[in-house]
Nanobody, 113 residues
């Protein structure tokens, strides 16, 4: 069973940047389409960005042009580069394979001055 650990969250000022990482255990990672999701306080969890095992990407409209998802299969890691952060991006960010039900602990992102 592949497990995922998210990291890289923190407190950042509006307009700032963060890079989230999601490291997987096991050898199957390179076969898995992956997604980043987020859940803000009082709101439902939502998709942020997705990447196929071949590197194809898909983004939610609210992050297009600001966020970029990438993966390094040699490092078993998927990244989310977040630029031009806004207070509305404050949330817990999660990664997981697309279509699977399990969620990890996530990493907290707070955008505030």
């Amino acid at each position: 069973q592949v497990q995922f650990v998210e990291s890289g969250g923190g407190l950042v000022q509006p307009g700032g940047s963060l890079r989230l990482s999601c490291r997987a255990s096991g050898s199957l990672f390179r076969l898995l389409p992956m997604g980043w999701y987020r859940q803000a306080p009082g709101k439902q969890r939502e998709m942020v960005a997705q990447i196929t095992n071949n590197g194809g990407t898909n983004y939610a409209d609210f992050v297009k042009g600001r966020f970029a998802i990438s993966r390094d299969n040699a490092k078993n890691t998927v990244y989310l580069q977040m630029n031009s952060l806004e207070p509305e991006d404050t949330a817990v960010y999660y990664c997981k394979p697309i279509g699977t039900p399990s969620w990890g602990q996530g990493t907290q992102v707070i955008v505030s001055s």
